[in-house]
């Protein structure tokens, strides 16, 4: 049984999280912080989360309920993020990260931490993404040096704060990687103006912010007389949540490291 604790658990997918740990027969909810500041400090998260009362209140902190967990699962911002790393490596406890948005220098932060706390770091957690991901390498190996355009087109509710989607980031990488190309070199992220053609070789992006959307993907593979669209559409966050506790349960037989989604679903080659 895993014992876990979601951070930020009063957010849009901290509440689903807590319901999807409810759920699972091997995990028990035994924690859920909210920030220090918040109005919502010792409520049940049951009731934050619909569930009805629980009797597992929300905290203001991990330190609070460190003796009760063996796992933390984040989908909260990039600096809560890092402080819950060194909470983990102090403390031994095992970490699932959904947040998106780190820049290089938290990248380089957090991957500081790989020899001393078992993560799984995921820009999504669903199942179909990762199973998508795949198919994109397949594609990209078979259609990218052959004159076929890419494009990136992602689309989200209008809340999200960063753009492209992480997952939007880790789809043009997978296509990258298999083609010796690089987004630093070849991503193209803003068409504005008098830009003048495409390049053969460039992987662009595009994003739409918009109303409730839950979160949509297509890698576009198009060139004179055919397009070949990959498309992920999520229509739940359960189905990233469900992804997050299966890490969190797998991290269990993991030594120290760093590992993706992948990973948890053995669909790495290497793996
Ligand atoms: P949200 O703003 O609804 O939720 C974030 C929550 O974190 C908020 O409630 C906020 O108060 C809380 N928080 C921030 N700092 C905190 C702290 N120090 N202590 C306690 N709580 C803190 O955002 P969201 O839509 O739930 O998304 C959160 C993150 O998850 C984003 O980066 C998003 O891109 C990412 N995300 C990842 C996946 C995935 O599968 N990996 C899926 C969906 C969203």
Redesign the pocket.
Same mark, same amino acid.
């Given at each position: 049984m895993t014992r876990i604790a979601i &951070?930020? &658990?009063?957010? @849009?997918? !901290?509440r689903v999280l807590a319901t999807a740990v409810h759920q699972d027969a091997d995990a028990v909810l035994a924690g859920g912080?909210? @920030?220090?500041e918040?109005s919502l400090v010792g409520t049940d998260i049951g009731e934050l989360t619909g569930l009805g009362k629980l009797g597992v209140m929300a905290t203001?902190?991990l330190e609070r309920v460190v003796d009760d967990i063996d796992a933390v699962i984040d /989908?909260? %911002?990039?600096?809560?993020t890092l402080? =819950?790393l060194a909470f983990c490596a102090s403390h031994g406890k095992r970490l699932v990260? +959904? $947040? $998106? !948005?780190l820049d290089d220098e938290q990248l380089a932060t957090l991957d500081s931490y790989c020899d001393r706390v078992p993560m799984v770091f *995921?820009? =999504?957690?669903?199942v179909g &993404?990762n199973l998508t991901l795949n198919l994109l390498q397949t594609a990209a190996a078979a259609l990218g040096d052959e004159g076929y355009d890419i494009e990136v087109v992602e689309a989200h509710?209008r809340?999200?704060?960063?753009s492209p989607? +992480? %997952?939007a980031l880790k789809m043009g990488e997978t296509v990258a990687q298999a083609l010796g190309r690089t987004l630093k070199e070849h991503g193209v992220f803003e068409r504005v103006g008098q830009c003048g053609p495409r390049r053969d070789d460039e992987i662009g992006f595009a994003t739409v912010r918009a109303g409730d959307i839950v !979160?949509e993907h297509t890698v576009m593979f198009a060139t004179e007389g055919e397009r070949i669209e990959i498309t992920h559409k999520a229509s739940s @966050?359960m189905t /990233?949540a469900k +992804? *997050?506790v299966r890490a969190a349960r797998w991290l269990s037989a993991q030594p120290a490291g760093r590992y993706d989604m992948q990973d948890v679903l053995g669909l790495n080659a290497e793996s």
């Open positions: &951070v930020g &658990v009063a957010g @849009r997918m !901290g912080t909210v @920030r220090p918040s203001d902190s /989908f909260t %911002t990039p600096s809560a402080a =819950n990260i +959904g $947040t $998106t !948005g *995921a820009p =999504n957690m669903s &993404v509710h809340h999200k704060v960063d989607s +992480g %997952t !979160g @966050r /990233f +992804g *997050a």
